[in-house]
Nanobody
Framework: QVQLVESGGGLVQAGGSVRLSCAASGSIFSFNSMGWYRQAPGKQRNVVATITSGGSTNYADSVKGQFTISRDSGKNTVYLQMNSLKPEDTAVYYC????????????????WGQGTQVTVSS
């Protein structure tokens, strides 16, 4: 099994910054990608940012230039630096990892963290 542990959420004032971390552990042979998603109350979960094993990144249009995703491959950890936060960024942020668990059977598996709340006050 694979576990994702998120940290770094909390309450922040508009214009402030927060950095989220997600550490992966368990039966991981390699990563295909890791990413962050968010879900606001009453809304569906949407992608925020992703990073591939090769380091390519993608961002939702709403966060381009505001958020930065990065990773520490040695620590199996992905980060989301969120700057200039706005009240509409308030959501539960979920970490996602798409991994290969066994080298001979390269089936991808999707895992999710438990979510961390980010609340931006106006």
């Amino acid at each position: 099994q694979v576990q994702l542990v998120e940290s770094g959420g909390g309450l922040v004032q508009a214009g402030g910054s927060v950095r989220l971390s997600c550490a992966a552990s368990g039966s991981i042979f390699s990563f295909n990608s890791m990413g962050w998603y968010r879900q606001a109350p009453g809304k569906q979960r949407n992608v925020v940012a992703t990073i591939t094993s090769g380091g390519s990144t993608n961002y939702a249009d709403s966060v381009k230039g505001q958020f930065t995703i990065s990773r520490d491959s040695g620590k199996n950890t992905v980060y989301l630096q969120m700057n200039s936060l706005k009240p509409e960024d308030t959501a539960v942020y979920y970490c996602n990892a798409n991994v290969v668990r066994e080298p001979l059977v390269r089936r991808p598996y999707d895992y999710w963290g438990q979510g961390t709340q980010v609340t931006v006050s106006s």
